[in-house]
């Protein structure tokens, strides 16, 4: 108790030395909550916009379709029958939010006088409206399901045709029985999906005129809809069971299976944020070992009056590092609290990042303040202000005694 | 048996290429309950033998024992559990720790014992009460005077009832009268609880309340000389009650 007593008053003793251990300690709290809880914002909206303009939580295919489907998409379809029996069966589940089918394909789409390839995706409107939360009408309008010949043209394709609302267009594609069709379609709006290269050659349509088009009922894939991504592998593990039950051939990819980019940015920030901990520590830890190094010399005369009396080597060190303890534990929650008002301004104040690199829109800053953020970084914090302790705590606890009560 | 006992310790520091002897082959016993001061010029061993016997530093040749246990066979930890156990240390500048209060300072090498906080407590109220601090228990290192400081310092060596009490140069940083103050007092306390005490000093008015004179030079104690003014000693040879 009295051993404790004396390590605050000590930590209150020199006020101005303890106040920079403090500031010291805070500034690595809140540089790592800040930018962790930035980088967690980041990784979470680029999730989010993937899952909400492109890939869905979940997405059903024809078995083999992930193996064989790029050379024989047509064979790889999604019939009628099994498309109303997967979508009432998947609808079923309390997780889904929504389950709406698309039918992919490559064609040309031409103005008359240019013509260029483009991905086309035949939808249902009024679900993917609900489903493409991340897909930002750009110019025009939005597609309806009574839009029979009505297309939503890729932001970059839309301008590099040089297109303007109610442009007549022609789609060309070799349909699902080998021959060559074309249908007519007319430019109701432009979107942007984020992903710059996507909006340079990605066009939408109705998925009936799609299919008339690709001469078929079937699709190309379900892309099913949660309402939490944390749902994602028990569902997952829900529909693979229910599919082998009813002898249906299907398979299942999740978002996370297929967002290589995500998992690559993911991986790329994750290793600048571990270079910018190691940068962190060193100098939070070179910070509080030279103040407390210059604990240790201010007090020699008093490290050897404790030895001197009885004390052991453990106690003089269990001293400095309880000091250090007590800092680090003030200076861990003070970081944190500072943490939690600083990202709350920085978000309130929606300051506007500029647009990322094969990203088509920008973004405000915002920063998360999980619970788990908060309290790995605070004990980091903790942990730092014992280990940078230890050294100095050696150091006092090898001192000669006689020399120490010598020392003025 | 004899609370210290030296046998042929020697002590060199090494200063430049030559090795400084400051202690050469001393031999010297102290019994319970001895009042001696060590006298000496600056430099002639008083520190290194009080270092010594401190178990605070090492010779460099012959034994140093502590109730018959030879230091060099004791390692760090046992001889700070020593120390705590059976050296109480009185310092020329009193080396009180300043955030603590009087009591705390007192109370701070039992609980180095792991003694529990409220029996640490009532010892260190008592040792102080002994010391003729009861009124002043509360106060930091500051607000007291170098008498006062001194008499804290005092209880702080004679809270863990210790067998030797080593000081060096106690009285060298007070006035005249407080000096004469602290050392009735030591010579009180050395009456009433037996303790043996062993004082290196300059100052002579000391040498009426000792029992035993050892005088230092070069590294060889050339005077040691037994007083019969005090009778301390025989009284516990005689296994009369002390105190």
């Given at each position: 108790?009295?051993?404790?007593?004396?390590a605050?008053?000590?930590?209150?003793?020199?006020?101005?030395?303890?106040?920079?251990?403090?500031?010291?300690?805070?500034?690595?709290?809140?540089?790592?909550?800040?930018?962790?809880?930035?980088?967690?914002s980041?990784?979470?909206?680029?999730?989010?916009?993937?899952?909400?303009?492109?890939?869905?939580?979940?997405?059903?295919?024809?078995?083999?379709f992930?193996?064989?489907?790029?050379?024989?998409?047509?064979?790889?379809?999604?019939?009628?029958?099994?498309?109303?029996?997967v979508?009432?069966?998947?609808?079923e589940?309390?997780?889904?939010?929504?389950?709406?089918?698309?039918?992919?394909?490559?064609?040309?789409?031409?103005?008359?006088?240019?013509?260029?390839?483009?991905?086309?995706?035949?939808?249902?409107?009024?679900?993917?409206?609900?489903?493409?939360?991340?897909?930002?009408?750009?110019?025009?309008e939005?597609?309806?399901?009574?839009?029979?010949?009505?297309?939503?043209?890729?932001?970059?394709?839309?301008?590099?045709?040089?297109?303007?609302?109610?442009?007549?267009?022609?789609?060309?594609?070799?349909?699902?029985?080998?021959?060559?069709?074309?249908?007519?379609?007319?430019?109701?709006?432009?979107?942007?999906?984020?992903?710059?290269?996507?909006?340079?050659?990605?066009?939408?349509?109705?998925?009936?005129?799609?299919?008339?088009?690709?001469?078929?009922?079937?699709?190309?894939?379900?892309?099913?809809?949660?309402?939490?991504?944390?749902?994602?592998?028990?569902?997952?593990?829900?529909?693979?069971?229910?599919?082998?039950?009813?002898?249906?051939?299907?398979?299942?990819?999740?978002?996370?299976?297929?967002?290589?980019?995500y998992?690559?940015?993911?991986?790329?920030?994750?290793?600048?944020?571990?270079?910018?901990?190691?940068?962190?520590?060193?100098?939070?830890?070179?910070?509080?070992?030279?103040?407390?190094?210059?604990?240790?010399?201010?007090?020699?005369?008093?490290?050897?009056?404790?030895?001197?009396?009885?004390?052991?080597?453990?106690?003089?060190?269990?001293?400095?590092?309880?000091?250090?303890?007590?800092?680090?534990?003030?200076?861990?929650?003070?970081?944190?609290i500072?943490?939690?008002?600083?990202?709350?301004g920085i978000?309130?104040?929606?300051?506007?990042?500029?647009?990322?690199?094969?990203?088509?829109?920008?973004?405000?800053?915002?920063?998360?303040?999980?619970?788990?953020?908060?309290?790995?970084?605070?004990?980091?914090?903790?942990?730092?202000?014992?280990?940078?302790?230890?050294?100095?705590?050696?150091k006092?606890?090898?001192?000669?005694i006689t020399?120490?009560?010598?020392?003025? | 048996?004899?609370?210290?006992?030296?046998?042929?310790?020697?002590?060199?520091?090494?200063?430049?290429?030559?090795?400084?002897?400051?202690?050469?082959?001393?031999?010297?016993?102290?019994?319970?309950?001895?009042?001696?001061?060590?006298?000496?010029?600056?430099?002639?061993?008083?520190?290194?033998?009080?270092?010594?016997i401190?178990?605070?530093?090492?010779?460099?040749?012959?034994?140093?024992?502590?109730?018959?246990?030879?230091?060099?066979?004791?390692?760090?930890?046992?001889?700070?559990?020593?120390?705590?156990?059976y050296?109480?240390?009185?310092?020329?500048?009193?080396?009180?720790?300043?955030?603590?209060?009087?009591?705390?300072?007192?109370?701070?090498?039992?609980?180095?014992?792991?003694?529990?906080?409220?029996?640490?407590?009532?010892?260190?109220?008592?040792?102080?009460?002994?010391?003729?601090?009861?009124?002043?228990?509360?106060?930091?290192?500051?607000?007291l005077?170098?008498?006062?400081?001194?008499?804290?310092?005092?209880?702080?060596?004679?809270?863990?009832?210790?067998?030797?009490?080593?000081?060096?140069?106690?009285?060298?940083?007070?006035d005249?009268?407080?000096?004469?103050?602290?050392?009735?007092?030591?010579?009180?306390?050395?009456?009433?609880?037996?303790?043996?005490?062993?004082?290196?000093?300059?100052?002579?008015?000391?040498?009426s309340?000792?029992?035993?004179?050892?005088?230092?030079?070069?590294?060889?104690?050339?005077?040691?000389?037994?007083?019969?003014?005090?009778?301390?000693?025989?009284?516990?040879?005689?296994?009369?009650?002390?105190?």
């Amino acid at each position: 108790m009295l051993r404790l007593k004396l390590a605050l008053l000590n930590v209150l003793r020199n006020g101005r030395r303890s106040f920079i251990t403090l500031l010291a300690i805070q500034f690595g709290v809140i540089s790592l909550i800040l930018m962790g809880g930035f980088f967690a914002s980041m990784y979470e909206g680029m999730r989010e916009g993937v899952i909400r303009s492109q890939l869905g939580h979940i997405q059903i295919y024809q078995q083999g379709f992930n193996q064989f489907g790029s050379q024989q998409p047509e064979e790889y379809l999604i019939d009628a029958e099994v498309l109303q029996k997967v979508t009432k069966l998947v609808e079923e589940l309390e997780q889904v939010e929504l389950v709406t089918p698309r039918l992919n394909f490559t064609g040309l789409l031409t103005d008359g006088s240019r013509s260029l390839a483009v991905v086309v995706e035949g939808i249902n409107p009024e679900k993917e409206a609900l489903l493409s939360s991340a897909v930002k009408l750009t110019a025009g309008e939005d597609l309806f399901e009574e839009d029979t010949d009505g297309a939503l043209i890729g932001d970059g394709l839309f301008k590099s045709l040089n297109l303007s609302v109610g442009a007549s267009l022609t789609l060309m594609a070799t349909t699902a029985d080998g021959s060559f069709d074309a249908r007519d379609v007319t430019a109701i709006g432009a979107i942007s999906t984020g992903t710059r290269e996507v909006d340079n050659r990605f066009m939408r349509m109705n998925l009936q005129h799609a299919q008339e088009l690709m001469y078929t009922e079937g699709v190309t894939r379900l892309v099913v809809l949660l309402n939490d991504t944390k749902h994602t592998d028990e569902v997952m593990a829900l529909l693979s069971e229910v599919f082998q039950e009813q002898g249906l051939a299907l398979e299942l990819r999740s978002w996370n299976d297929l967002a290589d980019y995500y998992h690559e940015v993911v991986n790329l920030f994750d290793g600048i944020f571990f270079v910018v901990q190691i940068i962190v520590l060193a100098i939070v830890l070179l910070g509080i070992v030279n103040t407390m190094v210059m604990a240790v010399m201010e007090r020699t005369q008093e490290i050897g009056t404790i030895r001197a009396i009885g004390g052991t080597r453990g106690e003089v060190m269990g001293l400095f590092i309880s000091e250090a303890f007590i800092l680090g534990l003030i200076g861990s929650v003070l970081g944190v609290i500072f943490s939690i008002l600083l990202a709350q301004g920085i978000t309130a104040a929606s300051i506007m990042m500029p647009t990322p690199p094969g990203s088509s829109q920008n973004y405000p800053i915002r920063i998360f303040t999980e619970a788990d953020l908060l309290w790995k970084n605070g004990l980091f914090g903790l942990l730092i202000a014992v280990i940078s302790s230890i050294y100095p705590a050696v150091k006092a606890s090898r001192m000669v005694i006689t020399k120490a009560l010598r020392f003025a | 048996m004899a609370v210290v006992k030296l046998k042929g310790v020697s002590r060199y520091f090494p200063v430049g290429n030559k090795p400084i002897t400051a202690l050469d082959k001393v031999d010297l016993t102290l019994e319970r309950g001895e009042f001696v001061v060590l006298r000496g010029a600056s430099g002639s061993g008083k520190s290194t033998l009080l270092n010594l016997i401190g178990a605070m530093d090492d010779p460099n040749e012959g034994e140093v024992f502590i109730h018959g246990k030879a230091l060099s066979s004791l390692s760090d930890k046992q001889k700070s559990q020593l120390r705590s156990h059976y050296i109480g240390f009185i310092f020329q500048s009193f080396n009180l720790i300043p955030v603590l209060t009087a009591l705390e300072n007192v109370q701070y090498p039992l609980s180095l014992q792991r003694i529990a906080n409220n029996e640490a407590k009532d010892r260190a109220a008592q040792a102080l009460a002994q010391v003729g601090l009861a009124d002043f228990i509360h106060r930091r290192p500051n607000q007291l005077s170098g008498g006062q400081m001194q008499r804290v310092a005092i209880a702080r060596a004679l809270v863990t009832k210790p067998d030797i009490i080593l000081a060096d140069e106690p009285t060298a940083n007070l006035d005249s009268e407080t000096s004469k103050q602290i050392m009735d007092l030591l010579g009180s306390l050395n009456r009433e609880t037996g303790v043996t005490f062993l004082f290196a000093t300059h100052h002579d008015f000391v040498l009426s309340r000792a029992s035993r004179i050892l005088e230092l030079k070069d590294g060889h104690i050339v005077k040691d000389e037994q007083l019969q003014n005090l009778n301390l000693v025989d009284q516990i040879a005689s296994g009369e009650k002390v105190g």
